[in-house]
């Protein structure tokens, strides 16, 4: 028996993909942000999507895979929760470097959204969508039976921004590990 474990080594490269890609959606939804000034009128249900967190998934043949939010972390073809008429943001990564394309269907396999293709290894492709009542599953359009998962209408997911101000870099503590300084 060996400790060896596959799915381990494609988790933390996918951690590295995580991070590039929250990074792409910061930026995007910076932008959206001027925007949005509150005049103080806080009682009106919709608004402030443009600050909420995206859906990322990460796009392998085998199946999408859940990196956030953290209801869907590390799942296979995760359930993507929405509220319908909400607007949501869903990053997807290329891990594999074989073509992949989202895909939002109905019950009756109409298609409601679709995302850019991609067959870049380490691409990240966002789409912006407004969720359908009648979004059902989603799918890749390449890996339609590997690749699907549901959707479930209902409260949605809590995609509502972090708020944590100023990330440092814990840049002390120089990490060159010499393992083989021969000389
Ligand atoms: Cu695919």
Redesign the pocket.
Known sequence: MSDYDPTRRTALRLIGATAAASGLATAATAQENESNESDGDAHEGTGDDADRRPIILA???EYWYGIAPEEIEGEENPTLDLAAGTEYELVWINVDG????LIIETEDGEELEESDSSEEAGEAVSMTFEASEDAAEYY????PE??RGDVELGQGFDLAPHEHEGHEHGTEGNESADENSSE
């Open positions: 796009g392998r043949s074989a073509e992949h394309e890749c359009e390449y890996h590997a690749m």
